[in-house]
């Protein structure tokens, strides 16, 4: 994986600002520490910083390919999973290649088939091609948002990068929070709205989309989103096909030039993608390494809860035997993730979910040390309904977000003097969404019910996991791949009938059967748990001492946006006071508090000027 920068203007000769985006690229060392260059013309300038994955010398970027007269430049951060079968597609139309790199096939896909590449590619990506001839940008993010690629535009000029903090970098950028960003900011974090930066003036390329720059032309354009289609698959049918779609997918994401592990937590998605790995890498003669997360404490202090059934040891222990791998367990202190929530903040450039970052930080900060490459099991249960709110009827018919249902706590917890619609902004949002929601003329209401629930689900909840994931890793120069985002298991798994998606009457019920004689029944079985989490009361102990401290600072910039007296309440009783969940089932109370300080940070640390 890599970091991209890029200005593009038509206004001025950008010849001899280099320095800028020098400086843009610069801050993005983390996800690219192996390699950097540069490319400079009159109307563009374009930076990459690269993590050596595939083809070492062939994959040096930007890349410059000359076809028909007309020269093309890229800048790329991702992996594409049919390489091969592009680069034989490619050479069966007349096209050569120098290296066995993706970036040269993608580049070459974008030369023969233009603005239409995007339906031809499979893969995590956020790229851009610069027209030198035409003068004409073109970028494109992947269908489920698992690269970055963020932006400014104004005036014939256009601004892109991998992360805020490049953008930032700028000498034309300032970090500016008007009132549009604070309230969603405390309305709807850590999640955002697709295409929205929060700053003022930033957007992001939403999942699925391309976006085209020319002169006095600005075009963003949606290429893919699931579309409902009839599935008269028998339910042993819809089996075999979930089963072949998650093999194949799996098996894709595990070429690379490096070394790849897996994380294992014992939960179904995470143990199949380490199954499926274990058996590619022994049929090649190695062995897998894989890696599981735990916290200090949590042996005496777990304690079962319907979020959070049981714990993961027991699993973890049987999948290593099952697999044969080579395993390493990483155990956080509670002082660690207090410690990392600064800096899980600058790493993902906003205010995210407490000791839920932190902990992946250090995560794979250790993982790093083995590894350069690892596979995830994310996005499965936003695929194949993993959640309690698949399963609970009131959550089903729920009209907002059944993970963000936090609202009387949000609304208490900031300064009632800045008149901001919590309400109204999670309400507008939740039915933007629905209303982008494709059904069948046939569709009864619960199958239109869990249409919607699927398409919030990728659209918010499994979009900020996957920033989540994105930053923590990349910010230890880790590249993570997710095998359960490919965008043909999410189309095929839109259309399955209700009632084979959730057959047996458990959540995730198809995945369950399809991977029957992959995995030991016990953890098929098993009861879903979530990413671990700490049960630790220290941990509670030492976010209330660092927000007292903040308090306790009259200069701190929170003090700005907070009900004083509700948060020293909430300090005092140890959170006990708050009785919903901040975000989803595992930003809960101290994790309430550890978001306000990752807030106050950001506000700090980015010198944020707050306009409202």
């Known amino acids: 994986m890599c970091g991209i920068v890029g200005w593009i203007n038509y206004n001025s000769n950008l010849k001899y600002k280099l320095y800028e985006v020098e400086n843009m690229t ?32 062939g994959g040096q970027q930007p890349m410059i390919k000359e076809h028909g007269g007309n020269r093309y430049i ?36 974008f030369i023969h088939y233009k603005d239409e590449c995007i339906k031809h590619l499979n893969g995590i990506y956020a790229f851009a091609v610069w027209d030198e001839n035409n003068k004409r940008l073109f970028m494109a ?12 535009v104004n005036d014939n000029e256009i601004l892109f990068a991998s992360e805020i903090k490049s953008l930032l970098a700028h000498s034309k950028i300032k970090a500016i929070l008007d009132k549009d960003g604070l309230e969603t900011l405390l309305s709807l974090g850590p999640s955002r709205p697709l295409g929205d930066g929060i700053l003022k003036g930033i957007k992001e390329v939403p999942p ?29 049918e819809n089996v075999e096909i979930v089963k072949n779609l998650v093999v194949d997918a799996i098996n894709r994401q595990l070429s690379a030039d490096v070394k790849v592990c897996t994380f ?58 099952e697999i044969d791998s080579q395993h390493e367990n990483i155990i956080i202190t509670q002082d660690e993730l207090v410690n990392y929530l600064d800096e899980a903040v600058l790493a993902n450039d906003l205010p995210g979910m407490a000791d839920i970052d932190s902990s992946l930080y250090l995560f794979c900060k250790e993982i790093r040390k083995h590894a350069t490459v690892a596979l995830s099991g994310e996005c499965a249960d936003e695929v194949f309904g993993g959640y309690p709110w698949y399963m609970k009827k009131e959550d089903i018919y729920y009209k907002g977000f059944p993970w963000l249902k936090s609202v009387e706590i949000r609304k208490a917890i900031f300064n009632n003097n800045i008149k901001l619609d919590i309400e109204g902004k999670i309400r507008s949002n939740y039915e933007d969404t629905i209303s982008q929601v494709d059904y069948l003329e046939e569709d009864d209401e619960f199958t239109r019910k869990i249409r919607e629930m699927f398409y919030l689900n990728i659209k918010w909840f499994m979009i900020t996991l996957l920033n989540r994931k994105d930053r923590m890793s ?6 993570v791949r997710v095998p359960f985002a490919d965008y043909r298991l999410v189309e095929f798994a839109y259309n399955i009938p209700p009632q084979h998606k959730f057959c047996d009457d458990r959540e995730k019920g198809i995945l369950r059967r399809a991977l029957r004689g992959i995995l030991p029944d016990e953890i098929i079985d098993r009861k879903k748990s979530p990413y671990p989490k700490t049960h630790n009361p220290r941990y509670t102990e030492l ?46 109370g101290p994790q309430t508090l550890a978001y306000l300080i990752q807030l106050n940070t950001w506000l700090k640390e980015y010198n944020v000027d707050i306009y409202i």
């Open 141 to 152: 993010r992947d269908h489920l948002g698992v690269k970055p690629l963020f932006y400014i």
């Open 208 to 236: 699925a989309h391309y976006l085209v720059f020319e002169k006095d032309r600005f075009e963003l354009n949606e290429y893919w989103k699931p579309m409902a289609a009839r599935n008269d698959y028998s339910l042993d």
């Open 264 to 321: 294992l937590s014992g939960g179904l998605d995470s143990s199949v993608i380490s199954a499926v790995a274990a058996k590619y890498f022994k049929e090649k003669g190695l062995k897998l390494e894989t890696f599981s997360i735990d916290y200090e404490g949590n042996d005496k202090f777990f304690k079962s809860s319907e979020y959070i059934p049981n714990s993961d040891k027991q699993y973890i222990d049987m999948m290593i035997k």
């Open 474 to 479: 990349m910010s230890n120069s880790l590249e």
């Open 26 to 57: 610069k801050k993005l060392y983390r996800r690219g520490p192996d390699e950097e260059g540069f490319y400079s013309s009159e109307n563009a300038l374009l930076g990459h910083k690269r993590l050596v994955v595939v083809d070492p010398e």
């Open 543 to 588: 976010v209330c001492r660092k927000m007292n401290d903040i308090m306790s600072n009259k200069n701190e910039p929170l003090h700005l946006i907070i009900n004083k007296d509700f948060v020293e309440e909430t300090i005092n009783k140890k959170v006990a006071n708050i009785d919903y969940n901040w975000f989803g089932q595992l930003m809960s």
């Open 74 to 109: 890229i800048v790329y951060n991702g992996e594409l999973y049919n390489t091969e079968e592009l680069r034989q597609e490619l050479k069966q139309l007349g096209y050569s290649f120098k290296s066995y790199s993706d970036t040269e096939v993608l580049l070459t896909t």
